[in-house]
């Protein structure tokens, strides 16, 4: 196992967490602790020190209980052991102020040696004690043992029948992913990605939702799903498969750069050329949006809805050659008497979003920010331009590699190069049967349109939650 730090929990373990030793921790104490160490940012005032838990102590150290974040508004809804004995797992969902969380805790024996992963803060959350007597509880997605053994339970009790399935038993080789908080991400044995969620949304979790749906309309340029986990009507959890030795769309793109910069010379004429590889993804987000349409449906846009907001932009527009090109898009968008179409979006499509392999490109994961989310469902031009926006940020990257004094030719050149494969991305993403039709199939609308989305992107809250049909 790599990434990770190991040692004895012994009688220790009670000073790590505050505790006088011996002291046994009520469970509401050891989820408090796992949910306060899971979103104490959210919450914390600016300036507070790290240590701040959710709730507000008063003057004498006690906990206002008229606080929605104070331990005792804490409630835990549901309480399920998925593996008895030492060590043991117990899964927990509970909510805290508004928020539903869920809080998988292991359980192990006081001399057990726990291989923690590196980045982790404190995992230990406290002394429990059950019918099998006492146990040190530690938060288990940060155990890698647990985790495994986690994986391993999700294989083998999947409310649905896996999709495909594995070659060989989970052996136990992890690596944890970077991920928002929303959710935790693991890599095991380098053939399965498991992603386990901790804030919870009522019924399905979008992200989940949308690549089962773009399996089941037979998009397979991802990583296909193997196995979900649910419970009471929630999503948990997801396996899918892993391909190894891929590299992000930014890297990809980063090298690129990076060779064009170091040999001063044309984005064409660079050994690492990244125009086919932006034709490429520009091809695989058309495919994914005409799956997303066949899975979810496409609705009339409310252009008129759009061209407003994007009105009440332009007065505060950031130059004046903005507002005037905006207008301009905008007049000839509201003057337009062909309809305009909306389909499920990924919502943050960008070149992390993507992986390339050995056989082509992948969306790598389930979508970073979905689970607190409603599906997202606008015009697809809205996930190309987010995939634009991300091309112009991995060009900035570039160039603030660089000598300042090289900043004029070279900054050509990475201007150069982040039109090239703009224009290159938009034909690949154009030359995909069946995509006009829920684009605009004029070029002036669709250049108008694109151009929109541009701002809507850097400014946010345009797209909107799914419509009624």
């Known amino acids: 196992m790599t ?29 408090y602790k796992a949910v306060s160490g899971q979103q104490a940012a959210e919450y914390r005032p600016s300036g507070e020190s790290e240590s701040v838990g959710l709730g507000t102590a008063q003057a004498n150290g006690e906990f206002d209980v008229n606080d929605v974040r104070a331990p005792e508004n804490l409630e835990i809804l549901d309480t399920v052991v998925l593996l008895p004995g030492r060590p043991g797992l117990l899964d927990i969902m509970v909510r805290h102020g508004d928020t539903l969380y869920h809080v998988v805790v292991g359980l192990r024996a006081l001399a057990d040696e726990a291989r923690f992963f ?24 940060e155990d890698q043992e647990m985790v495994t053994s986690l994986s391993r339970f999700i294989l083998g009790s999947s409310g649905i029948k896996p999709a495909r399935r594995l070659p060989h038993v989970l052996t136990g080789t992890i690596r944890k992913e970077t991920s928002d908080g929303n959710s935790a991400v693991y890599v095991i044995d380098e053939t399965v ?6 804030s919870l949304t009522a019924g399905k979790n979008p992200g989940i939702d949308m690549l089962l749906a773009l399996d089941d309309a037979g ?15 929630y999503d948990l959890g997801i396996l ?15 090298t690129s750069l990076r060779d064009m910069c170091s040999a001063q010379c044309a984005p064409q004429d660079a050994g690492a050329d990244f125009a086919l590889e932006a034709y490429k993804i520009g091809e695989m987000l058309a495919r994914m949006h005409l799956a997303l349409d066949k899975a979810y449906g496409r609705y009339r846009m409310d252009i008129a809805a759009f061209l407003d907001s994007m009105g009440r932009w332009t007065v505060q527009g950031t130059s ?24 499920r979006l990924h919502g943050s499509f960008d070149l992390n979003s993507v992986r390339r392999g050995e056989y082509g490109w992948y969306l790598g994961r389930v979508v970073e920010g979905a689970s607190g989310g409603a599906p997202l469902f606008f015009s697809p031009l809205y996930d190309l331009a987010t995939l634009l926006t991300s091309l112009h940020d991995v060009a900035l990257a570039a160039l603030a590699e660089r000598d300042p004094l090289s900043a004029g030719e070279v900054g050509r050149l990475v201007e150069a190069w982040e039109d090239r494969n703009g224009r290159i991305l938009i034909k690949g993403y154009l030359n995909v049967a069946g995509i006009v039709g829920i684009v605009p199939p004029q070029e002036e609308y669709f250049d108008a349109l694109l151009h929109l989305m541009k701002p809507a992107v850097l400014h946010g809250g345009l797209p909107v939650a799914s419509p009624s049909s």
């Open 193 to 198: 990605m498991c992603t386990i969620i901790r």
């Open 3 to 31: 990434g990770s730090r190991e040692r004895a929990l012994g009688p220790s373990f009670a000073q790590e967490a505050g505790e006088s030793a011996g002291t046994v921790t009520s469970l509401r104490e050891i989820v």
């Open 118 to 141: 590196a980045d982790c803060g404190n995992p230990v959350l406290g002394l429990y004690e059950d019918s099998e007597g006492l146990a040190v509880a530690v938060d288990a997605l």
């Open 240 to 254: 899918q498969e892993y391909m190894p030795g891929t590299s992000s769309g930014w890297d990809v793109a980063l």
């Open 219 to 233: 998009f397979n340029n991802m990583f296909a799903p193997i196995a979900t986990w649910t419970r009471g009507g």
């Open 320 to 343: 004046d050659g903005d507002r005037a090109g905006a207008y301009q898009y905008i007049q000839l968008l509201s003057k337009a008497s062909v309809p305009f179409y909306q389909v």
